[in-house]
């Protein structure tokens, strides 16, 4: 193993770390401001927002991690302009999915387990004659299952679907490679 590939594979986790504890925390504060501040139903709507956002982050991931170069390659022969953005992509795609699918991904999974908590206790303080262990289940319950649903439902589509979820995400990704003038 060279020493470039050493020294990234031991860096790589400390940059995620940091990263991940600084939007976390600033996801955090965000979510809960929100769903300490509006009703009920609303709040609802925010974590189902954050889920999805968690379920596309994970089916983005998995995109990455199960397509090939080959007909990027050849797009890019043809001079397609996605095609060099979608081939630096895929050559970093074990950065992108961990990205999406586990810093996104799993963000949103904690961020909306966290402010499903937040709803939980509001719900408990307005029925009085229910324990708060009750409502904190069901919600937690809830949250977990339509996740895990949600994320098998993508994982199937990711893989199904890896080319032309590749192929949308290098399209908007073009601005950003400097050498992606084709």
């Given at each position: 193993?060279?020493?470039?590939?050493?020294?990234?594979?031991?860096?790589?986790?400390?940059k995620?770390?940091?990263?991940t504890?600084?939007?976390?925390?600033?996801?955090?504060v965000?979510?809960?401001?929100?769903?300490?501040?509006?009703?009920v139903?609303?709040?609802v709507?925010?974590?189902?927002?954050?889920m999805?956002?968690?379920?596309?982050?994970?089916?983005i991931?998995?995109?990455?991690?199960?397509?090939?170069?080959k007909p990027?390659?050849s797009?890019?022969?043809?001079?397609?302009?996605?095609?060099?953005?979608?081939?630096?992509?895929?050559?970093?795609?074990?950065?992108?999915?961990?990205i999406?699918?586990?810093?996104?991904?799993?963000?949103?999974?904690?961020?909306?387990?966290?402010?499903?908590?937040?709803?939980?206790?509001?719900?408990?303080?307005?029925?009085?004659?229910t324990?708060?262990?009750?409502?904190?289940?069901a919600?937690?319950?809830?949250?977990?299952?339509l996740?895990v649903?949600g994320?098998?439902a993508?994982?199937?589509?990711?893989?199904?679907?890896?080319?032309?979820?590749?192929?949308?995400?290098a399209?908007?990704?073009?601005p950003?490679?400097?050498?992606?003038?084709?």
């Amino acid at each position: 193993m060279s020493k470039q590939i050493k020294k990234r594979s031991w860096l790589w986790p400390i940059k995620i770390f940091i990263f991940t504890l600084i939007i976390t925390a600033g996801i955090s504060v965000v979510t809960e401001t929100l769903t300490n501040n509006l009703s009920v139903i609303a709040a609802v709507f925010i974590i189902l927002f954050i889920m999805l956002i968690g379920i596309t982050a994970d089916v983005i991931g998995i995109a990455f991690a199960t397509c090939e170069q080959k007909p990027f390659v050849s797009m890019a022969s043809k001079k397609i302009k996605k095609a060099k953005s979608a081939i630096r992509l895929l050559q970093n795609a074990d950065i992108v999915s961990n990205i999406c699918g586990d810093v996104i991904g799993d963000i949103c999974g904690i961020v909306s387990g966290a402010a499903g908590a937040t709803i939980a206790i509001k719900l408990a303080l307005s029925a009085h004659d229910t324990p708060e262990m009750v409502f904190t289940i069901a919600v937690s319950s809830i949250i977990a299952a339509l996740t895990v649903a949600g994320k098998a439902a993508g994982k199937t589509i990711a893989i199904k679907n890896n080319k032309q979820i590749v192929s949308f995400i290098a399209y908007f990704s073009v601005p950003f490679f400097k050498d992606s003038k084709s």
